[in-house]
């Protein structure tokens, strides 16, 4: 794929250009915005006003990193839907068990290739995670997720968040050591590397 | 601990440090047991989150051209096409209406300007109002009798009003031949359209064919554009 040749033609109004990018970006884009709004139809949602906000505007694209820049148009669009929830909160419709309490890990959430206890266990891991990482600032969690789940490097995290290259280092640290003490919480969860280190220095 | 070091520690994780600055929290590491531990967290937090699995997009979050706005792009000479159509349509009903109304518009003013001579709708609205006070007086007595006579005017014997009629025809002979000769005037001028029916042709001629050639010019750019 030629990305340089397929935004020059995207920002000429090819739109096919511009699908053939998505498809290449839409599963980063999606966890981006699922990690950020914690709920799948949401960042469904987010990541396609993204897309097309990202087409309108593709003639503002000068160049550079295009990862950060549509990173930096689907967190803008996670940041409109969460000040939205602000605005007009409303309460998640969490399944519940047969005892009528609601599931720490939703069925919805299974990789269809795992075996059960695979599922369950990766599930319950994954919604813990997802749980520390509601508990962080908004600006804690964007730049984790950039840099520790979409692997960017701090420079082009800077890019997309807009702060500069030393804000990002201080954020991640502190979100890196305030995701670690809220995952401690979830001690029964978490893989045997994490367990091991948390009992040596019991 | 510092939040420097915090920071330091993560930038190192990462590999962001100079050269320089990597061997000096290096050494560090080697006798400061406290700096151990915070990088093991912050490794630990960082291979929990590196092993998220990247979940798949729950379907194509590609774009129609209907998502995005996008319109067909037109021939240039579509614009004209477009307006010469209105234009001729509005012209053409403007006409039709202006050739609708231009006989009645016509026959008012031939009546009004009857003058002397008038029409038979003007003799009968204006040959009551001398008549009426005779006919009033008729009933006089009885008047007196009734509470409410003077609030309803007795309608005219049908005789009375023929007689009204007839009264200024036999007053004036010349009269009746003057109505009679306007009559004859005003009948060519309620035929005779005030815009010519070619116009109004050539103008419906205009609007229909400007409408087909906008429809097959619409169809054929989408057309061309799928």
């Known amino acids: 794929m030629n990305e340089q040749a397929l935004i020059q033609d995207a920002q000429h109004g090819d739109l096919e250009a511009f699908n053939t990018l998505i498809l290449h970006y839409q599963d980063s884009v999606f966890n981006t915005a699922l990690r950020i709004l914690g709920d799948d139809d949401l960042a469904a949602d987010a990541a396609q006003e993204a897309f097309i906000s990202a087409f309108k505007s593709i003639t503002a694209f000068r160049g550079g990193s295009f990862k950060a820049w549509l990173m930096r148009t689907v967190t803008n669009a996670c940041y409109d839907e969460l000040r939205r929830q602000k605005r007009r909160p409303t309460t998640p419709l969490e399944p519940d068990t047969d005892d009528g309490e609601e599931?720490?890990?939703?069925?919805?959430?299974?990789?269809?290739?795992?075996?059960?206890?695979?599922?369950?266990?990766?599930?319950?891991?994954?919604?813990?995670?997802?749980?520390?990482?509601?508990?962080?600032?908004?600006?804690?969690?964007?730049?984790?997720?950039?840099a520790d789940i979409q692997?960017?490097?701090?420079?082009?995290?800077?890019?997309?968040?807009?702060?500069?290259?030393?804000?990002?280092?201080?954020?991640?640290?502190?979100?890196?050591?305030?995701?670690?003490?809220?995952?401690?919480?979830?001690?029964?969860?978490?893989?045997?590397?994490?367990?091991?280190?948390?009992?040596?220095?019991? | 601990m510092k939040p420097r070091d915090v920071e330091l520690l993560s930038s190192y994780l990462d590999g962001q440090l100079s050269p320089s600055d990597s061997a000096r929290l290096e050494s560090r590491l080697k006798s400061e047991p406290e700096l151990v531990s915070v990088i093991d967290d912050l490794r630990a937090a960082r291979g929990l989150l590196r092993q998220l699995p990247l979940r798949r997009a729950p379907r194509n979050f590609t774009l129609t051209r209907k998502m995005v706005g996008q319109n067909p792009p037109m021939p240039r000479s579509y614009p004209v096409f477009r307006f010469a159509t209105a234009l001729a349509t509005l012209l053409f009903f403007l006409t039709y209406g202006l050739n609708f109304l231009a006989p009645q518009f016509t026959s008012q003013q031939?009546?009004?300007?009857?003058?002397?001579?008038?029409?038979?709708?003007?003799?009968?609205?204006?040959?009551?109002?001398?008549?009426?006070?005779?006919?009033?007086?008729?009933?006089?007595?009885?008047?007196?009798?009734?509470?409410?006579?003077?609030?309803?005017?007795?309608?005219?014997?049908?005789?009375?009003?023929?007689?009204?009629?007839?009264?200024?025809?036999?007053?004036?002979?010349?009269?009746?031949?003057?109505?009679?000769?306007?009559?004859?005037?005003?009948?060519?001028?309620?035929?005779?359209?005030?815009?010519?029916?070619?116009?109004?042709?050539?103008?419906?001629?205009?609007?229909?064919?400007?409408?087909?050639?906008?429809?097959l010019m619409r169809r054929m750019a989408i057309k061309r554009w799928k």
């Open chain 1, 103 to 146: 599931m720490d890990s939703p069925r919805w959430l299974a990789d269809p290739n795992m075996t059960p206890d695979q599922k369950s266990e990766a599930d319950e891991l994954e919604h813990a995670i997802q749980h520390c990482l509601n508990n962080l600032p908004l600006e804690f969690k964007t730049v984790v997720i950039m």
């Open chain 1, 151 to 202: 692997g960017m490097d701090y420079t082009e995290v800077a890019t997309t968040v807009k702060v500069p290259l030393g804000t990002i280092k201080s954020r991640l640290a502190r979100a890196r050591l305030r995701l670690r003490e809220c995952l401690q919480g979830f001690e029964e969860l978490l893989p045997s590397f994490f367990r091991l280190e948390l009992e040596g220095r019991a």
């Open chain 2, 110 to 215: 031939v009546y009004g300007m009857g003058g002397g001579g008038g029409g038979v709708e003007s003799f009968s609205a204006e040959a009551p109002a001398p008549e009426a006070p005779a006919a009033t007086e008729a009933p006089a007595e009885p008047e007196l009798a009734l509470p409410q006579p003077t609030m309803v005017a007795p309608v005219p014997p049908v005789e009375d009003s023929n007689r009204t009629l007839e009264t200024p025809f036999a007053k004036s002979g010349e009269t009746g031949n003057a109505l009679a000769q306007d009559q004859t005037q005003a009948q060519p001028q309620d035929v005779a359209p005030l815009v010519p029916s070619t116009w109004q042709l050539v103008l419906a001629g205009i609007a229909f064919a400007g409408t087909v050639l906008i429809v």
